[in-house]
């Protein structure tokens, strides 16, 4: 096992050693405990091994993916309420839609109800790729939580979530 301690943002004695030397004249934002950044490293390299798989086997970078698998579990979705619903760019989820449906992998059409709405649906050719990657993606999970206790899988979903009402309420209170 290599030591990541210079690449990653770990608490506890190894990143206390590693701070570097700041000036009472300067703000001191400890990374190592800032959870928004701690919160983007993890996604980033969780991510990134995910990534490696649909890379490699379909061509699709971590944008499209994202874009799939939202419409895989919620079809009929305009480019908006994808952007919403994964807290995206909206200009990078448009550009990502636009390689998708060059690309074949996903159709778009006007709404039943709303034919001034578009929506999104995977093609029969982004299912396939769905298919074989949602559940790749499923065992990279279990193999990385496979080491915590049903107890601690079950705390860390209920403290995202909090963390997910916490930020909402946040970002609602910031908009008064």
């Keep these: ?11 506890g004695p190894a990143a206390a050693a590693a701070e570097p030397s700041i000036g009472a004249a300067h703000a001191v934002l ?33 944008t499209e993916w994202r874009v799939m698998a939202v419409l895989g579990r919620y079809p009929d979705l305009s480019a908006n ?8 760019d909206k200009v990078a989820v448009s550009r990502a839609v636009a ?9 778009r059409d006007t709404h039943g109800d709303d034919r001034r709405r578009s929506v999104l649906r995977l ?5 396939r790729i769905y298919d074989e990657v949602a559940p790749l993606a499923m065992a990279f999970e279990r193999r990385l939580l496979g080491d915590m206790s049903d107890e601690e899988r079950a705390m ?15 970002e609602s209170e910031a908009g008064d």
Excluded: H, K, W
């Design 1 to 11: 096992m290599t030591d990541r301690t210079a690449e990653s943002p770990r608490s």
């Design 156 to 170: 860390l979903f209920r403290l995202l979530d909090r963390l997910d009402e916490l930020e909402f309420r946040a």
């Design 123 to 127: 093609s029969e050719g982004g299912y």
């Design 99 to 107: 390689r998708l449906i060059e690309s074949g992998r996903l159709q």
């Design 81 to 88: 309420e994808v952007a919403q619903r994964t807290a995206m």
């Design 30 to 62: 400890e990374l190592e405990r800032f959870l928004p950044y701690r919160l983007s490293v993890l996604s980033n390299r969780v991510s990134g091994m995910i990534a490696r798989i649909y890379t490699e086997r379909f061509a699709l970078g971590v």
